[in-house]
């Protein structure tokens, strides 16, 4: 539980409900405006998770689902923290991932694009962040793919992701992208996201720094929750 | 010029895609590969109170079922406390995933009723459901609660459904109670669409 209400979550800075050039946004859209709360117990509590939920390879994608040996691509390493946006970092959080593969097709029964399946790559992985916030896995870089939308939609090489923090109403899923692919400035789902600096925030950038020399590279990527207010003043407990 | 507050901005939501399975319940997207997937159990073994089946279709703007929604469920346990605020019922979670039967679009799960819970300025709650919905086309999670069609009298005293002006609303967040099944629907647009927060 945080120790204060959240900040107001940014509506303008996330993604409305309806950008109609995502189509499938036009009917899964509400057309009444959200009905604001202010926090209870209901949304400044949320789930925990420990140890003993996961196993320590589930962060290792290139492990996690091996039968026969590696699975193909280009080896990275993706790390970075989880912070609020009082840049605290936020400890033992629930982080989950999945991908493409690195021809750009998922291991879902409902995923019919023409690159193979990797018989050696789930797609999938999850880690809980340490005392600082920090997280990290290993995979394999997803590729880009083609989706119905327009009839020529490329998807930029991404990972879906996953986090809890620790209210619930700080709940978020968002993707990553990398840092110089070109099909960024082309995707639909992107530009759904009104204001470009939150869409540098979501590319992870290359980080030499965090390489393993001759064995994968790194991109870094961090993850900013809502902030808790400090409860400088209670509010008058028959107030507002 | 002023000095800078220096807050982060939040990290922007993106949609969770056709393919969140993969990521948060790969035994539905066609593989097994984690010892125990997170959210099958809401209420763990030990959890006192009503048992509940709750079950029911999220649709689009035309009626057409969300077949590839997928719903987070966040809850107090039968005395009204939530996991770390509260005493809850040893392996009592009260978080859980679900999704719809890929064909049909109906989804059903297992829980115990949770209680009243105290709101804000010590009025209480009446027992809900939080409800957290990502999809395709979803470009930020939705949320919302259902509570229970056999509570009215705890409903009509609710600080939140309170809020919502038009009473026909108010009902979209009201379970159909039925032996002892709840049934709520979820109408993401159109005609009875459902109530959402912006928590």
């Known amino acids: 539980m945080t120790t204060g209400e959240l900040y107001q979550r940014d509506r303008e800075w996330h993604p409305a409900a309806l950008t109609p050039d995502y189509k499938t946004s036009v009917l899964r859209s509400p057309r009444n405006a959200l009905l604001s709360l202010q926090n209870s117990a209901s949304e400044l509590t949320g789930p925990t998770f420990g140890e003993a939920d996961i196993d320590p390879i589930d962060n290792d994608l290139i492990r996690n689902y091996a039968q026969t040996g590696d699975p193909i691509g280009e080896r990275i390493i993706l790390h970075g923290r989880v912070l609020d946006e009082n840049a605290r970092p936020v400890p033992n959080t629930l982080v989950e991932i999945w991908q493409a593969n690195a021809g750009g097709r998922y291991r879902h029964k409902k995923d019919s694009y023409l690159a193979p399946i990797d018989p050696n790559f789930g797609g999938c992985g999850r880690t809980l962040t340490d005392a600082e916030g920090r997280y990290v896995f290993r995979t394999v870089k997803p ?43 082309h995707c639909p789902i992107l530009k759904s996201i009104p204001d470009q600096r939150a869409i540098d925030q979501l590319i992870a950038a290359l980080d030499l720094n965090a390489t393993v020399p001759l064995d994968s590279i790194a991109y870094k990527f961090d993850i900013v929750l809502r902030g808790a207010r400090s409860t400088f003043f209670e509010s008058r407990p028959e107030g507002n | 010029m002023v000095q800078s507050l220096n807050y982060l901005k939040e990290t922007a939501s993106q949609t969770a895609g056709p393919y969140v399975h993969i990521g948060l319940a790969p035994g539905a997207a066609g593989f097994d590969i984690y010892r125990e997937e997170l959210g099958r159990d809401i209420a763990g073994p030990n959890a006192g109170g009503q048992e509940i089946t709750v079950t029911g279709t999220v649709f689009d703007g035309t009626g057409a079922p969300v077949k590839d929604v997928l719903i987070e469920v966040w809850q107090a346990n039968a005395q009204g406390s939530y996991p770390g605020m509260g005493a809850v019922e040893e392996g009592f979670r009260g978080w859980g995933r679900v999704i719809p039967d890929f064909d049909s679009g ?21 027992p809900h459901l939080n409800l957290w919905l990502v999809a395709r086309g979803i470009n930020i999670g939705l949320s ?28 979209t967040l009201i379970a159909r109670k039925e032996g002892d099944t709840y049934h709520f629907d979820i109408h993401l647009q159109g005609d009875g669409e459902t109530v959402f927060f912006d928590l």
Not at chain 2, 106 to 126: C, L
């Open chain 2, 106 to 126: 109906v989804y059903s799960f297992r829980s115990v009723k949770p209680g009243p819970v105290m709101g804000r300025n010590t009025r209480q709650m009446a």
């Open chain 1, 143 to 185: 590729g880009a793919y083609p989706w119905r939308n327009w009839v020529n939609n490329w998807r930029p090489a991404h990972i879906h992701v996953s986090v809890f923090g620790t209210a619930f109403a700080q709940r978020l899923i968002t993707q990553l992208y990398f840092e110089g692919d070109p099909l960024i400035a």
């Open chain 2, 144 to 171: 919302t609660r259902m509570y229970f069609g056999d509570e009215e009298a705890a409903n009509a005293k609710d600080p939140v459904l309170s809020l919502i002006e038009n009473p026909e609303r108010r009902n």
